[in-house]
């Protein structure tokens, strides 16, 4: 099992200029950075090879929401995949795909508060049938 | 001394060709020549002249023709004479003088000549119609001086301006002491007591004194030197004390204004401070509570209908799975062999439908499994959906938009504040009034230097002293009577004692004489029985019928010049010269009250001659009556300005109509 996740150059820019705004640590950032890329139905294509970018360990980054990022990531999928699949190669390539739209979202907020207000205005209202297995 | 005419040419504003005032006075009852004049119009000048014709530089305490001397006299020269190249400038005054018996008519001319540049000084004397030669020129003006030294003048010539400042500065015994010390002559003993004592340091007598006199001497020098050194030492203490005294009271006033000016402002800066930081506060505990929320559950909140499509598929797979575990442990053929007992072995077909909607119960789907979780994961996942869908978007949002306007709120106070801090005016009150606490800081550890150091000199001069007391006592009973050494000493020490005598003995004569005239000119209220003056610090005190001291402090600025009057008024007496009494703008502060007791009892105490100078405002008519029958003379001057000089005319603002004098 590899547990470290080697970003690319850009992803690593994008994280630090980020966290300076945002006073948010890069695994956060990394968190929101591949629900960004779930949230968006295209599948995932690219593969990431540029590795010199920041080094992040797996505990880190998913800390106690590993198993709901592969659930997320394998739904996103719509397959089963394998927890080499799963880390680091599919989390990186929504990284790398979800730190752009990240980056993009907070450049049209202009700031950290705006960019969460635009969070929490898109989250859908809570309906009943939401209330799954209640 | 009588003054008789003066003349002025081309002094001050007095243009051409002279105007002449007869001083000449009529006894002790009519001893008074008035010149009335408006501010401006030349009566201080007339009191000038007189100083400068009879004194010369050595009115300012100058040498003859010294360059500051001459700069003084050029500002008194009449400038449209400057201006139209006069060469002759002249003050002349007639006196009388009584001389062994008998009397002389002295007149003393004291003319300029203006070049372009440079002013030369001229000075004769006629004595009863005869030019003095020049030799005897020389020798009157060292008697002039002797008889009457210039200070001794200057206390007969009462300058308003300079009274009313003796008292405010509070100088008073220093004016005394110097007045008493010429009036009574003991400034003759003094002087004597300086000439032994440089005739005892003379090499010839010196060098006859046995080495232990000589040691004496020498000792006394230096005795003396360090008490010099000490009275420097307690001058420059004082007025360093004093600047003390004017730094803090000084850094008071701009701390005192720093608080009027800023202080408010300090204080609405303050609770603007306190202010921010509040918000400030408020919104980082509101945001340090969603943070939490943020960087945990957020993200999942925002992937909610991707994390119920996983619930969903995992419930899905978790009936497959059932299913399959059901098609596993009960196998179609288990379950015919359990339904058989029930049926017939031919209903084959039945059985199979059965198991098969049985089985279909459980999952309809074909599905392909992607997650295979345990029942333990499903749970986890269920319960982040659950916290997922209890996460309320809208408590956040209001905390945000809080936050947002907040942060608004904070900027407008810190713009305010940052006006505040950038205003130029309060920044220059502060840095100064550190500087000034920074100086007293220095002057006063200046002071305690001085302290330390003067403590040392107090010693010094304590072992001198008693060096020197010894060593005298030594000398003394080694020698007899008769030595030169001896004599001069005794000399010294008599002449010391009588001089301390004379002034104990005159100051007393001072002490009832100024009681009487305070007696007579203040009003009742202030009824001064008794004066005393300490005959060595020459400070003066006054009493009340009842033996009360009354505090000097209290006493108005009228009161005050009343009380110097009449005390330089009793030295006068005391010293029993013949001097005349100049009053310059004298009356100005006084009440009508004063002013009718001074016309009424002192002036006509006041010996042969007072001349006065007063504006018609000082004695008006009501004063003018009062003070006429003794007039002898009378002169209104007045400074015409179209013509650019004084005019004379001979009467009292035109108040005399009423009344006829001798001139």
Redesign the interface.
Known sequence: MNFRLNTSKATAERLKNLQASTRLTPNILARYAVILSLKEPQPILMTVKDKSGLELPRNVLTGPYDYLFKVLIAQHENREITDEEYFPGLFNNHLERGSILLQNEYNYAGNYEKMITNFLLKVPEVENDDLFGQ | MKFNRLVLKNIGAYYGNGESFDLKTIGIERNVVLIGGKNGSGKTTILDSLRIVLFGSFTYGLKPDSALYLDKIEAKLNSIAKKENHTSYQVILDLEMVENLKRNQYTLNRSWTKNKKTIKESFSVFKNGQQLKEKDVELFQTKLRDETPPQLLDFCLFDGEKISQVVSRETLAEYLRQTAKVMFNVDLFENLEADLDTYLKQEKVFSNLSLEEKKLVEIEQEKNDLLMKKNGFIIEFESVEKEIDEKTSLYNDLERQFHVNGGLEKKERDLLVKKMSDIDNRRLSMMEKNREN??SI??????????????????KEAKADLKNEFINTIPQDTFKNVLGVLLDKNDDDIVSEIYMKLTGLMSSDEI??????SAI?RA???S??KQA?E?S?KE??ND??G??QL?KEVQVIRKQIEENDASSDLKELLDKTQQIQNEITTIQFKKEQMIVLSKELDENIHLKEKEYEDLKAKVIRSKKMGHVFEIATKVSEVSRLFRSMQMKKKLQQVELETARMLQIVYRKELFVTRVKIHPETFELRIFDPNQEEINIEILSAGEKQILLLSTVWAMAMCSKRRLPFVFDTLLGRLDQTHKKAIMEQFIPRCGEQVIILSTDSEINHEQFEQISKKVSHLYTIDFNSDLGRVQVSNNYFGMESNYEFSS
């Not at chain 2, 392909?368 to 979780?373: V, Y």
């Open positions: 943020l960087i957020f993200p999942f909140v925002m992937s909610r209908a991707l994390l119920k499509n996983v619930l969903v598929q995992m419930s392909m499994p992607i997650h295979k979780a994961q986890e996942v269920m982040f959906f869908c996460f978007p956040m949002l945000f938009r936050n947002t942060i």
